[in-house]
């Protein structure tokens, strides 16, 4: 990302624990209305990710191979702090519903406090993705339900990779 200081510069920042077809889609809108589009991946110490940071990191930069202006970093800390070495503009929240809404709000409130000069942009996701979170999907596979449809293959190949070793885990134990 040269000379990105000259360019708009937008920040998608979560866990992506995993990426979903939800965040592709989010990541796509976000890319029509800025220049370059960042997804910053954080480690988020307050969750138990499936995925460590680099799994996480790599399963998007598969899954988003294809994208142009598009980066894949890791970010610690505050995320305004980030936003200002990457010299970024606006940060890029999905709402589903209107459940996200409040979270986000506090945040994007938060985040304008820290920084006048950063914005918060809310995109929605196409409806077939509306109810689709990290959270569901790593559920719905825990019980051995199809997740093929809402993921990148990437990640329901690595989901099912971890489902095997986990019941050779268990195996082993009994």
Known sequence: MENH??????????TFDPITKGHIDIIGRALRLFENVVVAV????SKTPLFDIDERIDMIRHATRKLSNLYVE?????????????????IIRGIRAVSDFEYEFQMALMNRKLDRNVETVFLMPSEEYTYLSSSLIKEVASYGGEIADLVPKIVSEKMAKKSTLDKLKKTRKT
């Open 5 to 14: 200081e000259q360019s708009q510069v937008a920040v998608y920042p979560g």
């Open 42 to 45: 954080a480690p988020n110490p």
């Open 74 to 90: 890791r970010f610690p800390g505050l995320l305004i702090h980030y936003m200002q070495e990457r010299h970024a503009i606006a």
